[in-house]
């Protein structure tokens, strides 16, 4: 099972033939993902790696091909019309790793997505990774730019804002024998696509994940409304970590997300939210996996 | 990115938000002849920085008040030229104070009534709001936490922008009527189309003002723009005044390196800003005090840690450092042969602690201890923090 995604999804990758995003994927090619598609305007007929075709369109490739996933790794001036492109070609799910597109654009993007059936992940996150079950995770299903060799196929779902903390987070867990069953990068801007709430939902529901690890940051009150969801209706233990007891207030820490602004979105009120909901909020970053084993007792 | 009062005014203008007349001097002799020009009687003269409490601030040669009324062309030149050139201390810029380089020569007005309004960016209802008030020309938080009832909230649709209704609904309840209601829905209106065009993430007046002939005007704004949304505004980033800017910060940006500067001393440098801020925690949790945010990317080449090292290193106060570098895709036997190169490259010599992890990790732990340099290496992210807190106490 899992949530969203697994071995079965046939993905596409919009912007694939940029140097990013054809070296990402690359990597998921040889994690063994179902890349069975890419879409650069202008660059229709032509294969990625002398084996995934490139379409102009992302309906035509969708059609032809069957995906229903697509990775976008097009430049910020050019994503929300390519998120757009996506639910307009009726996909299931959109990742967009893009960093750096202004806010308003993902204003629109959001408004205009009420109602369609597809979900957006992203922007500016790492995307996510449903293990598989070969050496190394080998054979899962990788969408964006995580590193595939730190999974293992298992029954922890993480959620986490950032990137590399995410890895941080799931390394531990492998490290520990703990396997993941999907690992999804929400991404750090103030506007997003899928919520923290969204993931636990779909965690609960998912007879695979047996706990998670929520990682939040400063900002906003993402974490606060998951936290007073779980209290009530998650049946799973979960394990948290907050980053930014440290930032100072105003400052936008790296994330376009993480900022404190006017007393709200701290650390602190946000660890006192996860541990009201009976949430087990891991001190450091460095046990945020030990912190989960205790949550399973 | 913040601007300048006079900047603020100057898009005011471009955008039909009515404003005070007045214009921006460099000199004493620009400030008298904007004085001149708006009738020599009745004038403000305004230091210009980024930091609110102007008014009550001092400047470091003694001269009090970055804020003057004055009555002639003369007197406006006499005050500027005691604020050009000087230091101004508010409550907002610590001891250190700013450099005032300009002057905003701007007529005075009458004022029947003081008003807040802002639009900002709100990412609970993913769409702009308008913040008002009856309360203007205070602490806006200070009104939001003592008489909540005082502020006035509306939203609007992200795609069908600000509505008529809203606005004579928000005139309604600050107790504009007839003309003034018209007058502050022009400005409304105006001030929308500002924010909207300009990609704000907020934008304050503080106070919008009633003249007792019944203008609505916006006496002093601030502004605060989407980073992510400036390659398409390039007059705005035009505006960007770095002298008002960490300068570490602006040698930061210039490499793509995402910094920011704070009071300890264990500097960090760390790929991912999650990480960057978790490490800095850790930092701190183990009894030290992080001297920085610094993400060099999700990624990490040589150039980028030889350049974060020059920056972290231009921090005197600086007495150890912390790397933090996950390499999920990267291999990290690179990046430690760059750890090496720019350690040697800049000649460092304080205590250096690096943890790494991920691809190729055994490769790059190698590297590092057969580098000769002296710095050790942390098991873990946990070992690396006390591991560098204990160095610099040592």
New interface residues.
């Given amino acids: 099972m899992a949530i969203l995604v697994d071995e079965n999804t046939k993905v596409l990758i919009q912007g694939i033939t940029g140097s990013f995003g054809g070296r990402h994927a690359q990597?998921s090619l040889d994690y063994g993902t179902q890349v069975v598609a890419g879409v650069t305007p202008g660059k229709g007929g032509q294969k990625f790696a002398d084996r995934v075709p490139i379409y102009d369109t992302v309906a035509e490739a969708a059609a032809e091909t069957g995906a229903t996933v697509s990775a976008i790794f097009v430049p910020?001036?050019f994503a929300a019309d390519a998120i757009l492109e996506g639910v307009d070609a009726g996909l299931d799910l959109v990742v967009c790793i893009t960093e750096?597109?202004?806010?308003?654009?993902m204003?629109?993007v959001?408004?205009?997505m009420a109602g369609s059936k597809t979900r957006l992940i992203g922007p500016n996150c790492?995307g996510l990774v449903t293990p598989g079950r070969g050496e190394k995770s080998h054979g899962g299903c990788r969408i964006g730019?995580?590193?595939g060799?730190?999974h293992k196929r298992g029954s922890v779902g993480v959620v986490?804002?950032?990137?590399?903390?995410?890895?941080?987070a799931v390394?531990q867990l492998t490290q520990l024998g703990l396997g993941q069953s999907t690992c999804v990068g929400i991404g750090?801007d103030?506007?997003n696509g899928t919520s923290h709430l969204d993931c636990l939902k779909m965690f609960n529901d998912d007879p695979e994940t047996e706990a998670i690890i929520m990682?939040g940051?400063?900002?906003?009150?993402a974490e606060e409304e998951a936290a007073a969801w779980a209290k009530e209706h998650c049946k799973k233990p979960i394990a948290g970590?907050i980053?930014?007891?440290?930032?100072?207030p105003g400052?936008?820490?790296?994330?376009?997300?993480?900022i404190i602004s006017?007393?709200k979105g701290t650390?602190e009120a946000k660890k006192e939210a996860l541990r009201d909901a009976g949430i087990l909020v891991a001190?450091?970053?460095?046990?945020m996996g030990a912190t989960l084993v205790k949550a399973l007792g | 990115m913040n601007i300048h009062e006079y900047q603020a005014k100057e898009l005011f203008e471009k955008y039909g938000v009515p404003t005070p007349k007045g214009k921006v001097a460099n000199n004493a002799a620009e400030a008298r002849a904007i004085a001149e020009e708006l009738g020599g009687s009745n004038v403000v003269v305004k230091a210009q920085v980024h930091a609110g409490g102007r008014g009550k601030g001092t400047f470091k040669n003694g001269f009090k008040g970055g804020v003057h009324l004055v009555n002639s062309a003369a007197e406006a030149g006499d005050i500027a030229e005691k604020m050009i050139g000087q230091v101004l201390v508010t409550h907002q810029t610590g001891e250190e104070g700013k450099l005032v380089n300009k002057v905003l020569i701007a007529q005075s007005v009458d004022i029947a009534k003081e008003y807040y309004l802002a639009i900002l960016m709100d990412r609970d209802s993913r769409g702009p709001v308008i913040v008002a008030s009856t309360e203007g020309g205070v602490n806006i938080e200070e009104v939001a936490e003592h008489t909540p009832e005082k502020i006035l909230n509306e939203k609007i649709h992200p795609l069908l922008g600000l509505q008529a209704y809203q606005t004579r609904k928000l005139a309604a309840k600050l107790g504009f009527q007839g003309d003034q209601a018209k007058a502050f829905g022009k400005l409304l209106g105006a001030l929308y189309k500002l924010f909207i065009s300009c990609d704000c993430s907020m934008v304050e007046v503080n106070p919008l003002v009633l003249t007792p002939d019944g203008q609505v005007l916006a006496l002093d704004a601030k502004f605060n723009f989407d980073d992510n949304a400036l390659y398409r505004h390039p007059e705005i980033e035009a505006m960007r005044d770095p002298s008002e800017e960490d300068p570490r910060e602006v040698e930061a940006s210039k490499y793509g390196l995402n910094y920011i500067g704070l009071d300890g001393n264990i500097a960090c440098l760390v790929n991912g800003a999650g990480l960057a801020m978790a490490t800095m925690d850790i930092i701190k949790y183990c009894g030290g005090e992080p001297a920085n945010f610094l993400d060099v990317g999700g990624g990490a080449s040589k150039e980028q840690v030889t350049n974060a090292f020059k920056i972290i290193l231009g921090d005197p106060n600086v007495k150890g450092i912390l790397v933090n570098i996950f390499g999920g895709i990267m291999d990290c036997n690179v990046i430690a042969e760059g750890i090496v190169a720019a350690s040697k490259e800049v000649g460092l010599s304080l205590p250096l602690v690096v943890r790494l992890e991920g691809n190729n990790v055994e490769a790059g732990k190698k590297t590092l201890a057969e580098s000769g340099l002296n710095l050790i290496s942390g098991d873990n992210l946990a070992d690396a923090a006390d591991k560098v807190v204990k160095a610099i106490a040592a």
């Fill in positions: 990597l910020p001036p750096g597109i202004p806010v308003i654009d204003m629109k959001r408004a205009a790492p730019i995580a590193p060799y730190i986490s804002r950032s990137g590399t903390l995410t890895y941080e390394w750090g103030p506007i990682i940051e400063i900002g906003g009150s970590f980053a930014g007891a440290t930032a100072p400052r936008r820490m790296g994330h376009a997300g993480a006017g007393g650390a001190e450091t970053p460095s046990d």
